[in-house]
């Protein structure tokens, strides 16, 4: 009797771990791509390129009508640096693994719990912007991408995309902020996105100052490849008695910011331009930032205009990407290339 009972449950524990394994299958896809990037500094000494790196990212991605999932992860060749945008990063990385459970709440409503650590792309600019979550310190190709470790609530009404989360900065939870987004397109060729984000965690915890951050995002498409965008941003400190001696203190993830009352309001514009045909992008982009010279102490002398032009080709599954763009002065010239091509 026993014998049956464990040859049952044994029968139900595999058509159960099959069915499973097909709906994985039918809902699973490969997801992997290789990059190369090269950047020169007509100001550096050295005769070869300023930087340069070589890695892989590789994952799958799971879809179904009630769930969404990504794991990836990213490899960074052993001899080549893997130090991006000041940031030293591991040869072999988590990179972006989330689960997103998904609700259908009418014709119109959608409902979405996101769990996990996954980037934004905000700004969607080749140089300049997501100043909701980027440090105004943070510029270069097409490295606008920002990772949270969060959990989000998004709710889906006909175009528009409202989301909230909570972001932790470490595993306690003791530091991190609140990010909210609404992402508004429409019929016609307009798209606008509003953000807040504020270290609102960091201070349940820790005496520090509050800074807030609040974004405006604006793309009109006039024609295919002739697109005017640009993005506002109003970054404030605000201005409180707190004492910075105290064993708790806490210092901002924006450190040009700990200095209480300061506000910076960062823009810029860009314009893409049609080629007919002989790449498929073109852009230029202008930023202004008042006083850039108080953002980065390695940078004293930093113009408070900057300028990129860049350049997208596609060819099968590659990219090539191409920019060229001011430095810590207008007149300081760099260049980055950066080569995708994807796997699956």
Known sequence: MNFKKIAAAVLGFGLATAAFAADVADNMTLKGNVQTQ???????????????WIRANIGGQYKSESLDALIMIRMFGPEFG????????????????????????GANDNLNL???????????????????????????????????????????????QLNAMVAAKDNKANTGYV???DDM????????KVAYRSNLIDVVQNTSYLTHRMAAYASYTFMPNLRLYGEYACIYTVDEDISTSVDNYKAQEL?????????FNPFYVGLELPTF??????????????????????KPNADE??????????????????????????????MAFRLTTTIK
């Open 38 to 52: 090269v950047t020169k500094s007509l100001a550096d000494d050295d005769n070869n390129f300023s930087s340069g």
């Open 82 to 105: 893997n130090v991006i945008e000041g940031k030293n990063y591991d040869k072999i990385l988590a990179d972006l693994y989330w689960v997103n459970y998904k609700w259908n709440l």
């Open 114 to 160: 996101k769990i996990g650590r996954w980037k934004t792309d905000w700004s969607q600019s080749t140089n300049f912007g997501t100043y909701i979550d980027k440090s105004l310190a943070a510029r270069g190709l097409w490295m606008r991408d920002y990772s949270h470790n969060a959990v989000e609530l998004g709710w889906k009404h006909g175009l528009n």
């Open 179 to 181: 990010r909210v987004e």
């Open 185 to 192: 397109k429409f019929t016609f060729p307009l798209e606008l």
């Open 255 to 263: 450190g040009y910011m700990n200095k209480a009352g300061k506000m």
């Open 277 to 298: 045909g002989i790449l498929t992008n073109l852009m230029a982009e202008l930023e202004y930032i008042k006083d850039r010279d108080q953002v980065d102490a390695k």
């Open 305 to 334: 205009l900057a300028w990129t032009v860049a350049l997208v080709k596609t060819v099968g599954k590659s990219k090539l990407q191409f920019s060229v763009y001011s430095e810590e002065t207008l007149s300081d010239v760099g």
